[in-house]
């Protein structure tokens, strides 16, 4: 399956690309992934940019208090994968398609060609990469915002005690780690 520049273009890269641009991102691999596949599986090697070019999918993740989280869902034009693509960091989530997929990839090691031999368009695809990881923070901060102002309210409520209980007892542990110290000491010298 070709590349379709003009979606590159209007979704990604932000610009018409040159005919020299075009050939280098031939090296971009294309991937059809049916319903209920795996694209990302959490723990493989990291090292690719995945571009969402058709279809949907779903990013998971195990939280050790709610199971199976869904954490985000992704569409057409979204980047994924975009921080263990610039780490090579093992994946840190499965991605699922919830439909009938077709995936754009890009090497970490094809990325540091286009670096060396395309700057513009290697500075478009960071860019892209920046944009992605902003929305991603706003995002976070428009759910964390009202959780933590929550948590905030819900420790205001608390006993003193409770308040107070992680400073009695670092007291308590430099208490008895100074006993125990000068207790051995020897005195006989003085």
């Excluded at 209980?165 to 008895?176: C, E, H, M, N, T």
């Amino acid at each position: 399956m070709a590349i379709d520049f003009a979606w590159m273009e209007e979704k990604i890269i932000n610009r018409a690309l040159s005919e020299n641009e075009r050939q280098a991102l031939s090296c971009i691999k294309t991937t059809a992934v049916a319903t209920g596949a795996k694209i990302i599986t959490e723990g493989q090697p990291g090292g690719t940019l995945e571009i969402m070019y058709s279809g949907r999918a779903k990013v998971e993740d195990n939280n050790r208090y709610e199971g199976r989280v869904t954490l985000a869902e992704i569409e057409p034009g979204t980047l994924f994968g975009e921080l263990t693509f610039l780490n090579k960091k093992r994946r840190t989530a499965d991605v699922t398609a919830l439909e009938a997929c077709v995936v754009y990839s890009l090497t970490q090691d094809d990325f540091t060609s286009l670096m060396q031999n395309q700057h513009e368009l290697a500075y478009a695809i960071l860019a892209a990469i920046m944009e992605r990881q902003s929305s991603v923070i706003m995002s976070q901060r428009v759910t964390l915002a009202p959780l933590l102002r929550n948590l905030k309210d819900k420790a205001k409520k608390l006993p003193l005690f409770v308040k107070l209980a992680p400073l009695i007892f670092i007291l308590l542990y430099i208490s008895g780690f100074l006993y125990i110290s000068w207790k051995d000491f020897d005195y006989s010298g003085y």
